[in-house]
């Protein structure tokens, strides 16, 4: 007696006329759809952009493989890992930034970070302010490894002049690249403090950091900090800072 082969419940990938409907035929079971989805669209475009040719299943392979963990563990004292586990609550404009690219992250982050420490600085004791003779930014980890890349140098010292990612010119920030031995006065107090990209440190790229994109910032008097503030840049311009706590509203 001859037998049928069995029917697959697979579609026929033949029958289907575009490349996402060939590829959702690859699909694999347990894998959520809505990440597949965007995961294979980030990667079809790097591809795209990287002249690379994936077929659909190639494509599916790549969008359904686990993400890969990062090459610096994450401390669980950040903010940013506790609420990965829960609902992250902010608002409607922090949450959609304004600021100049290519990267949230290792630019407008890094922006932002340094107008903070700037703030800071600003609200120092005279006494103290009086002794300042400079200002110092050290990058560390991604920050450092790719920051030339993403203007991160630049976005700093940019923060550190008192400029910040909604409202800094891009002409201020493309004048620095093409002319990076400029110096700024900033002023703090009576003092007025002179910084240029030579303050911004690219230092160590691997360490024990407690996120990927950690940054150091200090004021100093001769040697000495008079200010000092380790910060982390935590993805999409969100920034924390250590003993960062987050608002009660």
């Given at each position: 007696?001859k037998?049928e082969?069995?029917?697959?419940?697979?579609?026929?990938?033949s029958?289907?006329t575009?490349?996402?409907?060939?590829m959702?035929a690859?699909?694999?079971d347990?894998?959520d759809r809505?990440s597949f989805?965007m995961r294979?669209?980030?990667?079809g475009?790097?591809a795209?952009?990287?002249?690379?040719?994936?077929?659909?299943?190639a494509r599916a392979q790549?969008?359904?493989?686990?993400?890969?963990?990062p090459q610096v563990?994450?401390s669980?004292?950040?903010?940013?890992?506790?609420?990965?586990?829960g609902?992250?609550?902010?608002?409607?404009?922090?949450?959609y930034?304004?600021?100049?690219?290519?990267?949230?992250?290792?630019?407008?982050?890094?922006?932002r970070?340094?107008?903070?420490?700037?703030?800071?600085?600003t609200?120092?004791?005279?006494d103290?302010?009086d002794?300042a003779?400079?200002?110092r930014?050290?990058?560390?980890?991604?920050?450092?490894?790719t920051g030339?890349?993403?203007g991160?140098e630049?976005a700093a010292l940019a923060g550190l002049?008192?400029?910040e990612?909604?409202t800094?010119?891009?002409a201020f920030l493309?004048?620095?690249?093409?002319?990076?031995d400029?110096?700024f006065?900033?002023k703090?107090g009576?003092?007025?403090i002179n910084?240029?990209l030579?303050?911004?440190?690219?230092?160590?790229?691997?360490?024990d950091?407690?996120?990927?994109?950690?940054?150091r910032c200090?004021?100093?008097?001769?040697d000495k900090?008079l200010?000092?503030q380790?910060?982390?840049?935590?993805?999409?311009?969100?920034i924390?800072w250590?003993?960062?706590k987050?608002?009660?509203?």
């Open positions: 007696m037998t082969p069995k029917k697959s419940d697979a579609p026929d990938v029958t289907l575009t490349p996402d409907e060939q959702l690859h699909l694999p347990g894998v809505r989805l294979s669209a980030v990667i475009a790097a795209l952009i990287t002249g690379r040719n994936l077929t659909p299943e790549a969008a359904a493989a686990p993400p890969s963990k563990p994450l669980p004292s950040l903010n940013v890992v506790k609420e990965s586990k609902p992250v609550m902010t608002t409607v404009e922090e949450f930034k304004v600021g100049p690219g290519p990267s949230s992250s290792h630019t407008i982050g890094p922006m970070i340094t107008y903070n420490f700037y703030q800071r600085c609200k120092l004791p005279k103290q302010l002794q003779t400079a200002l930014v050290n990058l560390f980890g991604s920050l450092s490894a030339k890349g993403h991160t630049r002049v008192g400029k990612p909604a800094v010119e891009p493309d004048g620095l690249a093409a002319k990076p400029q110096t006065p900033v703090l009576d003092k007025t910084v240029s030579a303050d911004v440190i690219y230092d160590a790229t691997k360490g950091f407690p996120h990927p994109n950690t940054m200090a004021l100093l008097a001769g900090p200010l000092e380790e910060y982390y840049s935590v993805g999409g311009g969100f924390e250590k003993g960062y987050p608002p009660t509203e």
